[in-house]
């Protein structure tokens, strides 16, 4: 693999880790691909896995040993992984089926692993000992002693996060999680989440590109009263208001102090959020940890009728950016067209819209084989050439102050008529996209009961996908938001009206293309039918783009598959339409006509 000049190869990377963990006393050390807030994305300075492998992806784990090295992947990152890492220093393995504890078990006995306790959940590390390692934890992270040129965290203002968007009072917000802990006879929670600090007090940021947080961390007592450890000068005065006597300032190197004052006390710890870091701390003082879901999680992902309104206008704003970029890659020669050029404009557009703040994600602009690369991501050193008559795969989103947006769209260039195999297999990962969002369901329901109803028409013939189908949405937060989500790995967590989930499955052919078509939809109470004994639910579709009718095998279709497209294009129509100048309307028209 191509390096930089001005930085070390890869090479030299892990030769300078194994070194350091050497010095430590240690046979290998654990590098996930996270930071102390355990989330999906982060910032540049907590890139570990990316300076060490080369491996860009939002998941993974490295393990280090004394004379090999091991990175870990799951079915969306097998193929980026293959191409970014250098094959003479790392052995590819599947996360899920060739997973690490299975390659420690394989070492000798009492082997001493490293890890930072930082960047790892208890529950991580105990699946981990039970191989027969030693899991050692280390004070200083050995990969930030070798890492020169590692670039220092962010710092951004924090923000105001208004009542018009929210929909709630951070003071009902807290009150409403304080009674949960009283009711557990908990005296405090632990909010290692920003999402949860973000939600909970009604703040935003920008430490990070694509989600708008502040890289924070709280106390929530049970009296209602908050501890937020934030350095105090990202707090302007409007936002100490905001925050009033209820919310203490505290700075960042004063957590632990807190933790150790907790003596005597029980307190509530996410399992699933939180770094081992702080359980052990808290034992250590002498506190009682509880392990239970954070009391911020289930109520930031049932969106509240404001948020629900914002997610719908959002969508809409988002919808004529999209219309407009379909209607412009439709007509634009494909000469000198490429996977960045087309992703930039469809930024271009989304940035003219009201509300906007940024991309939600980095686009997923693949085009032919880039488009099997599940969450691929052009560079300038990858980006592909748009050739006439291929498939082109792009996945994107928004944040707007009133919502965050997701949607997949895949496109034939033309001129000429896509193969059949290529129309069949798409019109069966539609069928499986309409077959979910038309789906009642009584309550109790979670989303890994229904993932098989997007995938039926694929097994049908053979195929399958290698990713969940659906992920929570937060609302201007994080585009990949639990508790729930739509996967046979997922939680078993009842869906519940408000929650905003997508549904995108897919079918990828290694070296050729890749398909994904991808919707947001919101769950809401379903109307009641004769004979119904209990609350049933069902989805409302947020996004509104069409589908690709030259990609379409309309004789695959049912009769009732035929008037879900017609009718979801008609609304498309009806709602799009006129917020759209008059050639895109025209365009627009034609790709919404019935398809029978």
């Not at 191509?2 to 030299?12: G, L, M």
């Amino acid at each position: 693999m191509k390096q930089p000049s001005e930085r070390p190869p890869f090479s030299d990377r892990l030769a300078s880790l194994r070194g350091q963990v050497g010095r430590l006393g240690l046979d290998g050390f654990l590098v996930p691909r996270g930071d102390a807030f355990l989330g999906e994305y982060v910032p540049a300075s907590a890139e570990r896995l990316a300076w060490l492998t080369g491996f860009t992806g939002s998941a993974g784990l490295a393990l280090v040993l004394r004379d090999r090295a091991f990175l870990f992947v799951d079915g969306r990152y097998t193929t980026q992984a293959d191409r970014e890492t250098d094959r003479a220093l790392w052995t590819l393995r599947h996360l899920l089926e060739q997973p690490p504890v299975d390659t420690l078990k394989a070492e000798p006995a009492g082997a001493r692993i490293g890890y930072d306790p930082w960047l790892h959940t208890e529950a991580a590390v105990e699946r981990l000992a039970a191989s027969g390692a030693e899991l050692v934890q280390v004070d200083a992270n050995p990969v930030d002693a070798v890492w020169a040129d590692r670039p220092v965290p962010p710092a951004s203002p924090g923000e105001l996060h208004p009542l018009a968007f929210a929909g709630l009072e951070s003071a009902a917000k807290r009150e409403a999680a304080a009674a949960e802990l009283r009711k557990a006879g908990e005296d405090a929670a632990v909010l290692a989440d920003p999402h949860s600090v973000a939600w909970l007090l009604n703040i935003r940021g920008r430490d990070l590109v694509h989600t708008p947080l502040l890289l924070a961390q709280a106390l929530l007592m049970s009296d209602g009263r908050v501890e937020l450890f934030l350095d105090p000068g990202r707090a302007d005065v409007a936002l100490r208001a905001h925050l009033g006597s209820a919310v203490t300032l505290r700075p960042p190197g004063e957590l632990a102090a807190a933790l150790d004052g907790m003596a005597g006390r029980t307190l509530r710890l996410d399992p699933d959020a939180t770094p081992a870091w702080f359980a052990r701390r808290l034992r250590a003082a002498g506190a009682t940890v509880v392990a239970a879901e954070d009391p911020c999680r289930l109520p930031r992902a049932r969106k509240n009728p404001t948020e629900q309104e914002g997610a719908r206008a959002a969508h809409r704003r988002d919808a004529v950016a999209l219309v407009r970029f379909l209607a412009w890659f439709a007509a634009a020669p494909r000469e000198g067209l490429t996977e960045m050029k087309a992703a930039s404009q469809l930024l271009a557009l989304r940035a003219e819209g009201e509300r906007f703040v940024a991309e939600s994600f980095p686009a997923i602009a693949g085009a032919g084989e880039h488009g099997a690369i599940v969450h691929y991501r052009a560079t300038p050193e990858t980006d592909r050439a748009i050739h006439p008559d291929e498939v082109f795969l792009l996945d994107s989103g928004a944040q707007y102050r009133d919502g965050t947006t997701d949607v997949t769209r895949t496109l034939w260039t033309g001129p000429g008529n896509p193969p059949a195999e290529l129309r069949a297999r798409f019109t069966r990962v539609l069928q499986g996209h309409l077959a979910l969002a038309a789906t009642r369901f009584p309550e109790g329901v979670a989303g890994p009961h229904l993932d098989a109803i997007a995938r039926r028409a694929l097994w049908q013939a053979g195929l399958d996908y290698d990713h969940g189908t659906g992920h929570g949405i937060g609302s201007f937060l994080s585009v990949h938001e639990g508790p729930a989500g739509i996967s046979r790995a997922a939680k078993p967590v009842p869906l519940k009206p408000g929650m905003i989930l997508s549904d995108e499955p897919g079918y990828y052919e290694p070296g050729a293309y890749g398909i994904r078509i991808e919707n947001l939809l919101m769950v809401r109470p379903s109307a009641e039918q004769p004979g119904q004994r209990k609350p049933f639910l069902e989805f409302e579709v947020l996004t509104l783009a069409p589908y690709e009718r030259a990609l379409i095998d309309v004789g695959l279709l049912t009769q009732d598959e035929r008037a879900q497209v017609d009718a979801y294009h008609a609304r498309v129509l009806r709602e799009v339409g006129p917020l759209v100048d008059d050639r895109t309307r025209a365009w627009l028209a034609a790709a919404c006509a019935p398809l029978t």
